[in-house]
């Protein structure tokens, strides 16, 4: 039996985190929302494994040319001194550089036009059943010699608890702009660990943002909660070419580690919420995040 709680808007808390003590809740919601033969680009042999393992890896999403057009703007972006100033960027705690820009389908029309690209938006709308929005888009640079990682999380954790996103109905798609390498900090997930939430111990501080996007403190889970769910789940490591794609179930627990190679890797990063899903206070924060991370835009993208 699962323990709710109800909100302060009342709408029932199915996942309930940063409480006393950390604790495992089964999924509630299906991880496929879309009919298994609804058609669209993922095949339905796709749609089985990415509901079985909590992700989908696609070898070549986009093409070489095309990697070439969003590398260019990835870096004039992250070189732009203006963009540098801006909020939406987040630098480095060590080398200073910038290593994440939120926002980008509304800062650049070369990653909006990605965005609407039905290579992209098509497989989110079929794996979520209906249409969708932009919940968070962001650039991600790891530059070689020292770039840091991502500690383990699930990120519909912080979603719930922090911009309020009721259910399990949002889905993320990071893209290779540059080869993943199994030694430059690749993403790595635990499949099959998105049909359980772990909710997390400890209260959010406020503006934890500010915080939690150069290193994650509250929302993060326990080294023995980890250790049990790397031993049943197994974990795995994301290699491939530039313009490969991973989509990955919202709840999947992931995280990256540090680039000390020569060899930098970067991504544009899109999460997609269904329309039926919108944001409403947060379940365990005191005050929302920004919109420029968690949008309260909750236009259909067309």
């Not at 800062?107 to 709308?125: H, N, P, Q, T």
Request: charged letters at 25%.
């Amino acid at each position: 039996m699962t323990a709710t709680t109800e909100t302060t808007t009342g709408i029932p808390d199915l996942y309930p985190s940063r409480g006393a003590a950390e604790a495992l809740t089964p999924r509630q919601d299906p991880v496929v929302w879309g009919a298994p033969d609804a058609p669209g680009p993922v095949a339905p042999a796709d749609l089985l494994s990415f509901e079985r393992d909590g992700f989908l890896a696609i070898d070549e999403l986009i093409t070489e040319d095309e990697v070439a057009v969003y590398r260019n703007e990835l870096n004039r972006l992250v070189n732009d001194p203006d963009m540098r100033a801006d909020e939406r960027s987040i630098v480095e705690p060590t080398s200073k550089e910038i290593r994440t820009v939120f926002e980008v389908h509304k800062i650049s029309e070369v990653f909006a036009r990605l965005v609407r690209d039905e290579r992209v938006v098509g497989r989110a709308r079929q794996i979520l059943g209906s249409d969708v929005y932009v919940h968070q888009s962001r650039i991600n640079v790891k530059p070689g010699f020292g770039a840091s990682g991502f500690y383990w999380h699930s990120d519909f954790e912080t979603w719930h608890a922090e911009d309020g996103l009721p259910r399990m109905r949002t889905v993320s798609v990071s893209i290779a702009l540059t080869e993943n390498y199994d030694t430059n900090g690749g993403l790595m997930i635990m499949p099959g660990s998105h049909k359980t939430f772990l909710g997390c111990a400890g209260e959010t501080p406020k503006d934890n943002y500010k915080k939690s996007l150069q290193m994650q403190d509250a929302g993060t889970p326990s080294d023995e909660a980890l250790t049990q769910m790397a031993t049943q789940h197994g974990i795995k490591l994301f290699t491939g070419k530039a313009g490969s794609a991973t989509w990955f179930d919202c709840n999947a627990m992931h995280g990256s580690g540090d680039n000390i190679t020569p060899f930098p890797r970067s991504n544009v990063f899109i999460v997609f919420n269904s329309v039926e899903n919108t944001a409403v206070e947060p379940f365990a924060a005191p005050v929302r995040r920004p919109e420029f991370i968690g949008a309260r835009d909750f236009t259909p993208v067309k």
